[in-house]
């Protein structure tokens, strides 16, 4: 795995190119939608929380200069220099109505005491299951001793396949890092994701890559979303209303924009802390200006993220073209994946893949997984070099705990390694990205 370090380090400078800076024309919805969510994402730090931002903020008395805010002292924040410690990473769990259950499994899959987890259960989910969830991450034992676990109080009401989606990512990835700034990568999943290796597994291959790398499956191959997605308008009524509705278009359409390069690919990405850091606080205009373009346009999950990284010119060199997840297509595909069944394990450990979707909260495979996969026994956290307790009689190992930083991964540590070896590989990294 280390060499895949230097490999990287290796090829990473490239030439850079001028890019123009013209707004597209965008409707009075999305100019609203941008304010609230900047607004709402800069309530979130206490303003002395300083360390978070990525420029200077003063807090003298003296009156300030004509021109507090100068373009050429904005400045992203630096890349964690290479640790002796395993990195960490920052997870959004996001679910909708009946998914309580479903997001804590998952949790539990997914836990580590040195991770960050933010919970997410939109405004369509009862009360009874917003109550379920936080009261069931409030009586765990291990959560509330690491305090690692956010649930979102106050909900936010998600579309599918509209900007909301895009806006609920951006929310939990500021809580990220208002709350803690020292973890290294941010992935989003959903209640019916689940893993396919421990988080010891996926922190021993991670200790091993640069800690820029953005996993983001993409192309600028957009095909049929051209006509279908890039050209139409459309209104995600979840912007302004408190009922979710589905989104609906308008009769205008419009031409592909020119001042930056459209990009496709997966929802469900692993991005770095340092272009979360960018594409929150936005020292560069570049992720503003694509928000508000991503405002009318459907599916923008599939599309946001993947425009900004390969449009801007500090982070389009650290992609690597993959969501890392197996997902299993009907063909022709459809609109949705199919619900994955224990016919589909083989092909799941084969794809060596860390994640896998969808899957039904109570399906059988789910056990398999936990059996086979992650030494997981029902109710527990899945076990890792921390957990020094006995397992004697279903014990929880994890019930006593020590070094969280001692990894002790297994066989998935090895699949992983081998992915992440091809995604690297010369056939595969740079000529794979933003193309």
């Not at 009261?135 to 676990?149: A, E, S």
């Not at 006509?227 to 979840?238: K, L």
């Not at 946001?304 to 992609?319: I, L, R």
Request: proline residues 9%.
């Amino acid at each position: 795995m280390k060499k895949l370090k230097h490999y990287y380090s290796h090829h990473h400078n490239s030439s850079e190119q001028q890019r123009k800076c013209i707004f597209p024309v965008i409707t009075m919805i999305s100019l609203f939608s941008l304010f609230f969510l900047l607004l709402f994402a800069l309530t979130l730090t206490p303003l002395s929380a300083t360390r978070f931002f990525p420029f200077p903020i003063s807090t003298a008395t003296t009156p300030p200069p004509p021109y507090p805010f100068v373009e050429s002292k904005l400045f992203p924040l630096p890349i964690p220099p290479p640790s002796p410690l395993p990195p960490r990473l920052a997870y959004l769990i996001s679910g909708s109505s009946a998914d309580a259950s479903a997001i804590l499994r998952t949790l539990s899959a997914l836990y580590h005491p040195r991770n960050r987890y933010v919970l997410h259960l939109d405004r369509d989910s009862s009360p009874e299951d917003r109550r379920l969830l936080t009261h069931q991450v409030d009586r765990h034992l291990t959560f509330q001793k690491f305090r690692n676990v956010r649930v979102v109080t106050k909900a936010n009401l998600v579309t599918y396949r509209g900007p909301t989606m895009v806006a609920n990512t951006l929310h939990a990835a500021a809580i990220a890092l208002t709350e803690s700034d020292d973890w290294d990568w941010f992935i989003n999943l959903s209640a019916s994701d689940y893993p396919l290796v421990t988080q010891d597994d996926l922190l021993h291959a991670f200790s091993h890559l640069p800690r820029d790398l953005n996993f983001i499956d993409h192309t600028s191959d957009i095909g049929w979303k051209d006509h279908q997605r890039a050209r139409p308008i459309i209104i995600d009524p979840g912007l302004y209303m408190t009922k979710k509705q589905d989104v609906f278009w308008i009769t205008q359409r419009r031409s592909r924009p020119t001042a930056f390069k459209l990009f496709t690919g997966s929802a469900w990405m692993v991005l770095s802390r340092s272009f979360i850091d960018y594409c929150i606080w936005g020292w560069d205009n570049l992720p503003r200006t694509v928000l508000m373009y991503y405002t009318n346009f459907i599916s923008s999950p599939e599309g946001y993220f993947h425009t900004v990284v390969c449009n801007a010119q500090e982070f389009k060199n650290t992609t690597v073209n993959s969501d890392l997840h197996f997902i299993a297509w009907d063909n022709p595909p459809r609109q949705h994946p199919h619900y994955l069944s224990l016919d589909d394990m083989k092909r799941m450990v084969d794809s060596n893949a860390p994640f896998a979707r969808k899957f039904h909260g109570d399906d059988p495979v789910l056990d398999k997984i936990d059996a086979e996969l992650l030494s997981r026994g029902p109710g527990m956290v899945v076990p890792g070099g921390w957990c020094i307790g006995s397992r004697l009689n279903g014990s929880d190992p994890c019930s006593v705990v020590g070094n969280t930083t001692v990894l002790r991964p297994g066989p998935g540590s090895k699949r992983l390694e081998t992915l992440i070896k091809s995604l690297l590989s010369d056939e595969n990294f740079r000529p794979k990205q933003c193309v």
